[in-house]
C-alpha cells in the first residue's frame, strides 16, 4: 500500500496545460510591455487568449500584440493566434 501511496504522491499537484501557458503569458507582458496582469485576468480558449481586465490595460496591450506573440513563439515555443 505505501508503494502504491508514493506512486500517487507525484500526481497530486498537477495543473492543467493552460495553468502553465498563463504564467508564461504574464511573465513575458510583464517583461516585454511592464505590465503586471493576474491569472484570473487570463483565459485561454481555441489557442486565443481573451482578457477581462480594465479596458485601458486591454488597449495598451492590443498595441504590444505582435511582441508578446513573436516573444512567446522565440523563448517558449508557445503559439497563440489572438490576445483580446
Known sequence: MDELSSYLDKYKHLVPPEASKSK???DVVYKEC???LKEGDIKIVHNGVHLTCHP???SELSR???QILKALHKQHNI???FIR
Open 24 to 26: 508564461v503569458l504574464i
Open 34 to 36: 511592464g505590465i503586471a
Open 56 to 58: 485601458t490595460v486591454r
Open 64 to 66: 504590444c500584440t505582435p
Open 79 to 81: 503559439h497563440f493566434a
